[in-house]
């Protein structure tokens, strides 16, 4: 499960031809770590911002702000949503807790489809809502999901609107391969081209001081 609740999630990127990146899952991260990021290439992070189950992430601004002052350059954020909140409810508190200098990528993610509040054939118009009302106010998006959930969320592995299919797709697929040759197999939303992959789950491995990481290849 990819689930990113009370967790950071952190995705790195690494400057090369096939950029590669990093999903770390722990509470806290120093300003040393993001420094050993900048060090060894990386450009990029994504932390959780709002989960509707558990409500805001307390420690994105923290991080955003350490991962700043190391010079990271980039800064994005994932909201998680089951449609238990109302679209522009979802905005408001992700809003109010996204710092005033953030202009990364908001990935919204359709979470586990056992948690779900709302019926099967009103998700897809809930997340087509989502995505309106953040492109409304002028905010950079993109979808966090794997073909296995989205069927599981929507019914339909092909499920998608004129919205929701233009944006960026982040995916997971833990194959263990950087490269997108394994969506063509699995494609899924409507996108023909991810823009990241999730080719590893979990793994107990040091890397600059955090031993939780997930690998993640990109292009974007």
Known sequence: MFKTCLFLALFVALASAGNLAILHNFPTANLDVFQCYLQNGIDRVVSSVWDETVGPVDIFNDNFKAAKAAGIPQYDAIVAVNG???????????LGNLPPTFSGTVWIQPWWHLAWAIPMPQRLAYIDSVVQIF??????????????????????????????????????????????????????????????????????????????????????
């Open 135 to 220: 492109k409304g106010h002028g905010l950079k998006l993109g979808i966090y999901s794997s073909q296995s959930e989205w069927t599981f969320i929507f019914g339909d592995r092909f499920a998608t609107t004129v919205n929701i299919q233009p944006l960026p797709l982040y995916y997971v697929n833990a194959d263990g391969k950087t490269d997108f040759n394994d969506f063509s197999f699995g494609i899924f939303g409507g996108w023909n081209t991810p823009s990241m992959k999730e080719y590893t789950g979990i793994m107990r491995q040091s890397w600059c001081h955090v031993v939780e990481e997930s690998r993640i290849y990109y292009e974007l």
């Open 84 to 94: 238990r909140t109302t679209p522009q409810e979802v905005l408001q508190e992700t």
